[in-house]
Every structure is written in C-alpha cells, then in structure tokens.
C-alpha cells in the first residue's frame, strides 16, 4: 500500500473547491471541508477525504442537496428536532450543534434530534464544537444497516456511533468517539487492503457463524456489536447501537433500523422508507449549569492525570485517555501532512477530472 | 446450591421492616424497598435483597443516613446538582429523577447529577420512573473500582452502568440497562459460587495478564471493560465507564475513579477523598418535546417488532429486545416467587435477629 504525504492546506483547497464546485456556498463548502478533514487530521482515514468522491456521488444521485434549507420543526427551551433538507450531514450536524449550544447557553442544556440529513463525517467533529464554550458535547448518528443484533442473522443497525467530549483545565479535552461495535467497518477495510484476517467477535458469516474474513460483508455476512458475542457483552453492544438509532431517528422522524439509506449512491434505496434521510443526535451541556467552571476543570485534570500515571501493564504502552491517540495524530499530521494512499489520491484525480477542476497537484 | 421461592409480598414487607427500623420514614422504607426488589423481580439476583443486610452494615458504619435532607445546591432550568446527604441511593436516585422529570416537564428535559450517595440499585429501576409521563430516562452511577482501564494494571473505575429506558406503544418499553465491563460483578460472583472459570476476556490478573480466574479480584487481578481487549474494542467499554464517571462525579462534585467509596463496610476508605460520597447521573426526556407521542410510539413499536421478527441464528434463541429477559423473569417470579439461595436466607435471618425483628419466615 503506497501512500504519499499531502499537506493539510492543499487537501484542505482541493476539497473545499469541490464542495464550492457542487454549489455550496463559500461559508457551507468551508465547513464541510473543516469537519471532513477532521477525520483525516484525527487518523480516522475511513472517515476523512477518501469518502468524498462518494459524497459527491450522492449529489450526483439527487441524495444530497447542496443549498438545504436547515429548519427547526418541532421544539422546546432545551430540545429541537431539525429538518436537514437532504444536506450533507457535515453541514447539517453542525448546524444541529449550534442549536443545540444556543439552548444550553439559554436553559443549561440542548438536545437536538435530526431527520432528512446525511452521512456527517466523524461525531467528534460535531460534539468538540461544544467545548467552545465550557460544554459538554454530545454526537451520535445512525447509518446503513451492517451490524447483526445478538442472535440475529440479519443487518438491523448502523455502526452507530457515540461522541462524548468533555473540556478539562490544564489537561487537553476528553473525546470518547465509539462505533458501537468490537469494530468500525474502517477497521475493516484495513485488513481487505492487507489480505490479514479479522480477530474474533468482528464479524460474522451469512448463517450467523463466526468469522475471520474481512471480505465476509460482501457475501451476506455482518459486524457484530461491540462484545462480539453473547459471553463477552454483545448484548450491550447491540443495546447502545440501538440507542443511537432511537435518540437519532425515533426521535426525529428519520429512517431507523434496516431502513437507514445505504452511504454508496450505487446501492438502491430500500422501498417503504419510514422516514425522511439519515438521522443524528447532538447534545450540548453547559458545565456551569453543574457546577463552577473552574471546580469542575481542577477535578478533571485531576481526573485525567490519575489515569495517565496508572500503572501500565506494558512498560512500552502508558495508559491512554479517550482522545489521546487523536490528538498525536493531529498535531503529527498537521506538522507533516496526512498520508493518502495511491488509490485514494487516483481518486480524488477522477474525481477533479469528472468536475473539471483543478487536480490536487 | 440450594434456592427457595419466597413470594414477593412476604420478601417486600421483611424489606421494609428493616429499612424501617434503621430510622426511614414509612414512605422512604416502602420507596427504598420497591427500589431494591426490583433487581429481584427482573432477575437481577446480585443487586437485591442479597445486598439488604450490605447496606443495613453501612448504616451501622455510619456511611449511611437513613433520614437524609436531600437538596438541590445548584440549578437551571434543565439541570441541578443533588446533594444526597449520605442517603441510600436507592432513595436519593428516586428523588433525583423526580427532579429531572419535574424539569422535563418544563423545559423539555431535565439532567441531575447527584453527590454524596451511596449505592442506588439497579439503574433500570430509576430510568424507568420516566416512562410513566411519556418520557425517555436515563439512569447511570459510579461505583467501587474493580475495573482496569486498557492497558492498565491498576482498578481505576467501576462496573459504571448505563441505563435508557424508552417507552412504546402497545409493545413493553425499551430497557437497557448495562455495566460497562464485559461482565459485572454479579456474574463473577454466580461462577465463584459454581467453582467455574470465567470466559476470557472478564478479568485480569495482578500483573494484567489475561485470566479465567472467577476469584482473582481478591488477590489484585480487575475485572475488564466491555471489549475484554484492545483488540476486541476494550478502549470503548473504558471510554463508556469515564463517561458514566465524569456525568455522576465530575458535574456533581462526588467521588471518582480510584477514591469511589467501597460498598463493603468493612473496606477502609480511601484516604483524601476530593468528593463527597458515589455519584449518580439521571435523565429525562419529554418525548412530545421532539414530535407527538403517538407518532414516536407507533414507530417505535414497528422497531421493535422489526428486531424481533428478525431471522434467528439458531431456531431456538430468537433475537431479543433489550428489556425481554427482564420483564419476563419479573411476570415468572411475581407469580412463583423469588429464588433466594438459602444463603442469602440464613443472612437475612441474621440480620432480623441482630435488629430484633421479625424473621422472613
């Protein structure tokens, strides 16, 4: 797997040229392009640039609408439900999370429940905009149905994530971003690309065996809740992905479950939608609303300190904290350039070639 | 192991007897009582009346406050912070939902994270307080630290839970209620008392190696995060437990991490607290603050009858609600009984002869 290092603003030009290209305005196209580089800064390479021809597909497809009009449908002092108009979901959470912060700075919380949206790109992106303002951040979303509940055969749920970042003082933030199964289907791709077989408890066959085949997915088969089996929890896995689906969809009027609109634009729509698009759920927590700001940082540097200097069990591997391994990615990849691989730069080159503009070198 | 069938309503007026007699109101006793004995009713054997005669020794200690003033110290119209004046938890939690639905009522939601508690139960018990108004609760706690973070040695968490229960229509309400470790305690404790090994992927040993020992928490070993291990998605059962840590604790100004107060009276205190007493985080949620109810629940019974219609893997384990197991078992021993081991009998023979009161049978 050949990769080459792509400075951050170059990728950052190209991909707001393309969102700038499809119709975005100037403010929207730069947005987007923030939240889905965070993937890439952040080492989630699933998430980042490698999913923007297939974003753009969407649009091709009619899925996305690059000029949504973002509403409010239903609300309360501290809840909204927001109709995202097909937008891109990059954009759509984002403007979710505001008004989810816009309620907390009013009530002390704000929880925003969304429909008719589309894939948004890694949660964190969406909950870190919280600690902005001394809050708690909270995102979630929904997405294609690829994950078989415990003693099920059939693909019911998403990868259904769950963010939670939470600021600290001295201490950089905590970010605890989730697939709530053993493992993302990110990971997966990893080891189809490696020809390397999955760990046990990641996937399963078509009849509900367990599996080791990274490619299984492509013959019926499915991921498994985080646990993996029913001796090691995955009944809890299932549980939390299915929360996801609740708070992001049941809520909000969005499709849940098997019906959640698959990411290719080449798979087609499942009929009898009972909802409108992709659905997230985003949370704001004032830390004032609790307690003193400064109260609060001083415990959770504390906090965070105490599980840094744990005792490791490997002198080679210190105990990290949920956000950790991020950030080094970040500041790294910020300083040298974020590795693409070959594949994924040939195309972004189609993709420039097919939009006619400019290639990204 | 020898099991009796006790009926509900002999094992309820016994309970309340001894809560009363440690000084709680009639109210409170009866509260305390339901409370408790709803980890008995649902199956849930390890967190009931086994653990009546724990929390009577923690009241002897003086850890416990059977008549506790239980007050909100800071609040907005969406938040507040309790404090449970050294209460049984299994009170205070109540009380503090009360109070989140109460703000749920006014602004949408309500979010309450208490301080200076002691052990609450079962979380399920409290979240579902909230299905009674039409709401979505949310129930969490820290607890005693038995858990080793990823790549850890040292016990830094507890079995944290999780607890969401989400009403239906005509189907019975969502309920997923679940520690964040790969098994909780209580299922260790079932397989000490059968003298069998424990799965891989439950416990670790002193040095952090991998373990089936069901009694290795006695000399240094942890119980493990949801995951079991890094390759099985350890991380993310340890991200969950800090978030249930940072929600109960850190907003509230409880105790956190290694310094939770251990539930056997007997374990000495950790020195230098910098909270007071364990911390519970509880929510709930209007859910016409998101869209009519009618159209949440109709929905909602169509998710559920979605994953219980879904193909078995094996003909005999069809695919599960979260809250199925749990209802059931409370419909099988609301009529038969509750299966006390004669154990759990002799102790609470023990406890009536100590306090002078009339014995369970």
Chains 1, 2 share one sequence.
């Not at 305005?25 to 923007?52: C, K, P, Q, Y």
């Not at 959470?93 to 816009?102: F, L, N």
């Not at 700001?293 to 906090?303: L, P, R």
Request: charged share 20%; aromatic share 6%; hydrophobic share 40%.
């Amino acid at each position: 797997m050949q990769e080459r290092l792509i400075p951050y603003d170059r990728l950052s030009d190209f991909t707001r040229s393309v969102f700038s290209h499809i119709g975005c305005s100037s403010e929207e196209a730069a947005l987007a392009t923030r939240a889905l580089l965070s993937a890439d800064l952040r080492g989630i390479d699933s998430h980042g640039v490698a999913r923007l021809s297939g974003y753009i597909r969407l649009w091709e497809v009619g899925r996305v609408n690059a000029r949504p009009h973002i509403r409010v449908i239903h609300e309360t002092p501290s809840t909204a439900v927001v109709d995202g108009d097909r937008g891109l979901g990059l954009i759509v959470a984002s403007r979710a999370m505001d008004i989810a912060r816009e309620k907390a700075k009013q009530v002390g919380t704000g929880w925003v429940s969304v429909q008719n949206s589309n894939h948004f790109g890694i949660a964190a992106f969406h909950a870190m905009q919280a600690l902005e303002d001394d809050m708690i951040g909270w995102a979630m979303t929904n997405a294609s149905p690829l994950v078989a509940p415990t003693f099920s055969k059939d693909r019911l749920l998403g990868t259904n994530p769950i963010c939670v970042a939470a600021p600290a003082g001295e201490e950089p933030p905590f970010v605890a971003d989730l697939a709530t199964t053993t493992a993302a289907n990110g990971k997966l791709e990893i080891l189809q690309r490696k020809n390397t077989e999955a760990p046990s408890g990641w996937v399963q066959d078509e009849a509900g065996n367990p599996s080791t085949d990274p490619n299984i997915l492509k013959s019926g088969g499915a991921l498994l809740p985080l646990g993996g089996d029913r001796d090691h929890g995955s009944h809890k896995g299932y549980a939390l992905g299915a929360i996801v689906d609740l708070f992001s969809a049941l809520l909000s009027g969005a499709n849940y479950a098997p019906w959640v609109p698959p990411f290719p634009a080449y798979v087609p729509m499942p009929a009898q939608q009972p909802g409108k698009g992709i659905g997230h759920f985003m949370g704001a927590m004032r830390v004032d609303a609790f307690r003193p700001v400064e109260d609060y940082k001083s415990h959770m540097d504390q906090w965070i300190r105490g599980f840094r200097a744990a005792q490791p069990i490997r002198a080679d591997q210190p105990v990290l904290v949920p956000g950790d391994p991020e950030r080094v990615a970040q500041a790294q990849r910020l300083e040298k350039g974020i590795p693409l691989m070959e594949t994924v730069i040939r195309d972004l080159q189609e993709l420039a070639d097919r939009l006619n503009i400019t290639r990204l070198d």
